[in-house]
């Protein structure tokens, strides 16, 4: 039996805000856009990994009463869920694309850790760190 993990899910604000930024400004393509009564099902996915969805969702019925929604709603504009990662090939030259875009970076490219990493936060407040690939070292 195969075993993995298939989606991980953001609480976003607004599902067609968030699919817009995801889409447009990130480049991910949409997966699985259904809905069920008010609730909708929607996942995105890096074009590089079609095995992995992100899902966008909106705290609310059936999963989360209404005080549970507003806290959440509130944590993630805080920016105060614990971040993702993109991993990029080039961070300097990812952070200049995405800028022109329109993303609103809180970081810019910063080298440390032998490698370069920049922050940035989705329209709901979702935080990620964008991190360059680390160069192997050539054999001696």
């Known amino acids: 039996m195969t075993q993995g993990i298939q989606t991980v899910g953001l609480y976003v604000r607004d599902q067609d805000e968030a699919l817009a930024f995801y889409v447009d400004k990130l480049g991910f393509k949409v997966h699985t856009d259904v809905r069920n009564g008010d609730y ?32 959440l709603n509130a944590l993630v504009a805080k920016g105060a869920m614990p971040p993702m990662v993109l991993e990029v090939d080039d961070c300097f030259a990812a952070y200049d ?32 760190k964008m991190i360059q690939t680390r160069r192997k070292a050539a054999a001696a």
Do not use: C, I
């Open 97 to 128: 694309k995405l800028h022109q875009k329109g993303v609103e970076f809180n970081q810019e490219p910063v080298e440390r850790y032998g490698t370069v990493d920049a922050g940035f936060r989705d329209p709901s407040g979702n935080g990620w």
């Open 40 to 71: 909708r099902w929607l996942t995105v996915q890096h074009p590089d990994q079609p095995s992995f969805q992100l899902g966008l969702y909106v705290p609310g019925p059936p999963v989360h009463d209404a005080a549970t929604a507003q806290a």
